[in-house]
């Protein structure tokens, strides 16, 4: 199975802050990788897919890089609405694999 | 907008058996894959099983494998969670999501929650 380790596991970050995720997967996937939010209560939503793509209706404040192992999300400018869980997926092979997450709380 | 609503969930005791239910609507449902995704209380997420828009190819984690049956009614617009044998670990939300390829994930729904205990 093909693991997927995000770091940090948390990170506190103002409004108007840049705030970066990583995510490394334990062997390449290309860009089969996409990024969830996940707020308290509520189901995920799909930022990113295929490592860069930004999924329709998504700020563009939000961008995902990388390929093969080691894969980025990056919010420019973090708003308000923007504190949650964030979590990497990987889509290379089944069992599908989720990062542990990413909670981005306010400093 | 494309609708996913998870039924079916509740209390059961271990070694029990439950059927969650996915109604689809809003889209053509027996054109894209489906999956189902938990998510233990205060955990993350693990993918549970997924199936293609015929059922032809399903695909399961080693977590619930011979356990867990996923299947669908495409006529129905429903996808299906068989749940035997259930264990404390199974407790989790439930939720289905959409897959119109490549592994993407881009609607889901609200989740049902299942609880094993006695």
């Known amino acids: 199975d093909i693991q997927m380790t995000q770091s940090p596991s948390s990170v506190s970050a103002s409004v108007g802050d840049r705030v970066t995720i990583t995510c490394r997967a334990s062997q390449g996937i290309s860009s089969w990788l996409a990024w969830f939010q996940q707020k308290p209560g509520k189901a995920p939503k799909l930022l990113i897919y295929a490592a860069s793509s930004l999924q329709s209706g998504v700020p563009s404040r939000f961008s995902g890089s990388g390929s093969g192992t080691d894969f980025t999300l990056t919010i420019s400018s973090l708003q308000p609405e923007d504190f949650a869980t964030y979590y990497c997926?990987?889509?290379?092979?089944?069992?599908?694999?989720f990062g542990q997450g990413t909670k981005v709380e306010i400093k | 907008e494309v609708q996913l609503v998870e039924s079916g969930g509740g209390l059961v005791k271990p070694g029990g058996s439950l059927r969650l239910s996915c109604a689809a609507s809003r889209f053509t449902f027996s054109t894209y894959s489906m999956n189902w995704v938990r998510q233990a209380p205060g955990k993350g997420l693990e993918w549970v099983s997924s199936i293609t828009s015929s059922s032809t190819y399903i695909y399961y984690a080693d977590s619930v494998k011979g356990r867990f049956t996923i299947s669908r009614d495409n006529a129905k617009n429903s996808l299906y969670l068989q749940m035997n044998s259930l264990r404390a670990e199974d407790t989790a939300v439930y939720y289905c999501?959409?897959?119109?390829?490549?592994?993407?994930?881009?609607?889901w729904g609200q989740g049902t929650l299942v609880t094993v205990s006695s």
């Open positions: 997926q990987q889509a290379n092979s089944f069992p599908r694999t």
């Open positions: 999501a959409r897959e119109p390829g490549s592994g993407w994930l881009d609607y």
